[in-house]
C-alpha cells in the first residue's frame, strides 16, 4: 500500500514539474468549489446570511489570487486572509471548506519561504481568523474556546505541512548533490588509485630487479677481471652469478604472483615477504661483489611489524645495492640501533671525497627516492647524502612496535641518529677485488603518499 502511494506521489510530482500552471488552476478549481460549498454551510437552527453572492465572489477573489502563490506567496496570502476576514465578518460560519484557500495558501508559503517569514505571516493571519471568529455572529452558539481553538488548528496544520516538504525537498536535494558530486570525483579518485598503485608496483619492481641486476653485473665484472690471474676464484664467482640470478627470478616471480593473486581465499599462498631476518644472505651476495658488509646490532632486537620489517630491509638492501654500483669501497656498514621507539638504521661506505653538487645533481635516479618513500609511508624520515670525510651515507629512523607482532605503532617518527662506526661485524666476509669506481649516489626530494 505504502509503495503504491509512493508511486503515485511521485506520479503527481512528476507531472506538476512539467506542468505546473496547469496543476495551479485544478488546485484552484478545487479549492474554489470547496469555499463555495462551506459558504453555504451554518450551524444547525442558524439561518443564513443574507448576501449570497458575496461569499462566492470573495472566494472566487482568494482563489485567483493564488494562481500566482509561486510568484508572490505573501501577497496571495494576503489576499485570502483578507476575504475570509470578511466573509466570517459577513456572518458565514467558519468551516475546514472555507478555511480552504486560506490553508493552500499557508501551505505554499510554508514550502517557499524561510522559518522567520512564514512565522510572522503564519501568526499575523491565524490571529486575524481567530479574531473574526470570535466577534462573528455566526458562531454565537459555540463557546469562546472552541472560536479560538478551531482557526488555530486548522491553520496551523498546513504550516506544519508545509514546513516538512520543505526539510524533504531539502534533504533530496542534498542527496542529488551529493550524488552528482560521487559521480564527477569518481574518475578522479580511479585515476588517483591507480597512479599510487602504479608507484607502489614500480618501487618494489625497482627494490628486487635492481639489487639482484646490479650484484650480478658487479659479479660478471669481476668474473672478468680474474679470469686469466684466478681461475678457482672465478669460477666460484660465475656460481654465486647463478644463485643470484635464480634468486632475482623467484623474487620477480613472487611480486607477478602478488599482482595476480584473487581475492580468493582457495587460491595458493605466496611466500613471506623479506625482513631483517635475510640480512645474513644481502651481506653474502654483496661479498660475491667485492664489498665486505659488516652488521652491527646496539640494543636488544625488537619484534618489528611487517610492514617496518619490510621497509627496513628494503632501505638497506637499496643502500647496499647503490654501493655496489656507484661507490669505489671495498667495505660498508650497517648499524641496527634499537630504542625505546624506533630502531635506527645506518649504511654508510668508505670512499673518496664527496662529489660536488653538479656531479650528484648529474646522477639522479630512483634509488633514494624510492627509500624515502617507503620510509615516510611507515611513519619514518630518511636522509642520504655524502660524509664530509668521503663516502656515502644513509640514515633513517622507523618506528618500532611496542609489544607483540601486529600492534599498531602510534609513535610519530625520530630524527635519524649520526653515523657511527661498526664494533664487531655480524657477518664478515673475504672481499673481492672492487668495481668499477663511480661518484657516490645521489640524494633526491622524496614524492610522499605512497605505501609499500
Known sequence: MSASLERYTDRVEHYADRHPRALDVIVVLALMGCATFGSALTLPGAEPPDQDKAAVILMGVSCLALLRHR??????????????????????LLTPLLLAPIMAALYWLATVSDRKTTRTWGVTATVALMLAATFSDSMDGLSLVLRVIGPFFWLLLP????????????????????????????????RLRVTEERMRIARELHDVVAHHLALANAQAGTAAHLALADPPQTKKILTDLTGTTSSALRELKATLGLLRQSDDPASPSLEPAPGLDCLPDLVTACATAGVTVTVTTEGAPRPLSPGVDLTAYRIVQEALTNVTKHAAAETAHVRLAYADSRLEITVSNDGPAAPSAAAVEQRKGFGVMGMRERAHSVGGELCAGPRPEGGFEVTTALPLQPSAPGAAETSGPAAPAAPAHPVDPAHPVDPAHPVNPVDPVHSVDPVEGDKP
Open 159 to 190: 504550516l506544519a505541512a508545509g514546513r516538512m516538504t520543505q526539510l524533504r525537498r531539502a534533504y533530496l536535494q542534498s542527496v542529488q548533490a551529493r550524488a552528482e558530486h560521487a559521480e564527477r570525483t569518481r574518475e578522479e579518485e580511479a
Open 71 to 92: 510568484e508572490h506567496p505573501r501577497t496571495s496570502l494576503a489576499v485570502t486572509a483578507v476575504c475570509t476576514v470578511i466573509a466570517v465578518g459577513l456572518g458565514y
